[in-house]
C-alpha cells in the first residue's frame, strides 16, 4: 500500500467546473521515440505523462485497468504549448 506521504510525484488535483477538455486519441506512431520528462504519480488509476521528442511534445494519459492499461495521447504539439497544457493539467484546469 502506498502512502500519499511516500509518494514522490505530484497528483493531479480534481477537475475546475469550467475546465477545458482535452482531445484524446489512441497513441500517434511519428513521436515513438519520445521521452517522458515528467509524470504524475503511479499510485493513482490514472497517470499522465508529459512525453518530448523532436522538438514536439504531448500528454499521455494511462488508465490503469485490472485487465490491462489502456494508453492515449494528445496531438503533438510545440513543446511550450505542450508545457502549458501540462501545467493546465496539474492545476485541474485541464481534462
Known amino acids: 500500500m502506498i502512502l500519499l506521504d ?7 488535483v480534481m477537475p475546475q467546473r469550467d475546465h477545458i477538455r482535452l482531445d484524446w486519441r489512441e ?11 515528467a509524470w504524475t504519480c503511479w499510485c493513482r488509476a490514472t497517470v499522465y505523462e508529459l512525453c518530448e521528442g523532436g ?6 494519459r494511462t488508465i490503469q485497468l485490472d485487465s490491462g492499461h489502456r494508453i492515449q495521447e494528445t ?3 510545440p513543446i511550450n504549448e505542450a508545457r502549458v497544457i501540462w501545467t493546465a ?7
Not at 497513441?27 to 520528462?37: G, H, Q
Request: hydrophobic letters at 35%; aromatic letters at 6%.
Open 6 to 12: 511516500e509518494c514522490l510525484s505530484p497528483h493531479v
Open 75 to 77: 496531438l503533438p504539439r
Open 89 to 95: 493539467l496539474l492545476s485541474g484546469s485541464a481534462r
Open 55 to 60: 522538438g514536439r511534445a504531448f500528454v499521455r
Open 27 to 37: 497513441p500517434y506512431p511519428t513521436l515513438e521515440r519520445a521521452r517522458s520528462v
